[in-house]
């Protein structure tokens, strides 16, 4: 992070995108003071966020006291993490609730600590990518029953990044709604019929 002093919040930001080669429009920043004489701002990049998600994620494994590797990549706005420990299958938990669990902190430490909302995905060892693959299976089998029997169907409650998928799965398909229903953790999908 790069920090910037000026007399305005407008100054600062603007000095910011001059020695950042970038437009205004696409400076982040956190606001560190502000006073009547002068502003300071911290500018910060997407590699800063990815950075500062990385350590948060390492830190939180060693603190259990597991050796771990963390490879960080963007990919369509979406920070993946895949981690590697030599405890795998603690920190993915029963049916995956310790993984979804550190996600959201992960998540949440970061949207916290640069004011912003980022969208944060962790994995181990593939298990996410492989779950991917299951549901998005299940939805199209579901979504063809549905369009069969004009049935709609209720799926258990699953998370925001488990949905997506299905609800990426089932778009396009003839006769064919997905939504979400619920709160929090009781959020569910209802595949619905549509004429």
Request: aromatic share 6%; glycine share 4%.
């Amino acid at each position: 992070m790069q920090r910037y002093t000026a007399k305005t919040l407008e100054d600062a930001i603007k000095e910011a995108a001059e020695k950042e080669y970038c437009t205004i429009e696409e400076i982040d920043y956190l606001l560190v003071s502000q006073t009547e004489e002068e502003t300071t701002i911290d500018v910060y990049t997407i590699m800063d966020v990815i950075e500062y998600a990385k350590d948060y994620v390492q830190k939180s494994i060693e603190a259990l006291g597991f050796d771990n590797k963390v490879n960080p990549s963007l990919n369509e706005g979406i920070i993946n993490l895949k981690i590697d420990s030599d405890r795998n299958s603690i920190i993915i938990g029963k049916n995956g609730k310790s993984l979804q669990a550190l996600n959201e902190l992960t998540k949440l430490a970061v949207n916290n600590h640069f004011k912003k909302r980022f969208r944060v995905l962790l994995d181990v060892n593939g298990y996410k990518h492989d779950k991917y693959g299951k549901l998005v299976s299940i939805a199209r089998r579901l979504a063809h029953e549905v369009q069969k029997t004009h049935t709609d169907v209720v799926l258990d409650p699953m998370p925001a990044d488990e949905r997506r998928m299905i609800h990426n799965a089932s778009a396009g398909m003839p006769n064919i709604k997905t939504e979400s229903e619920g709160f929090g953790n009781k959020r569910q999908i209802h595949i619905k019929y549509v004429d």
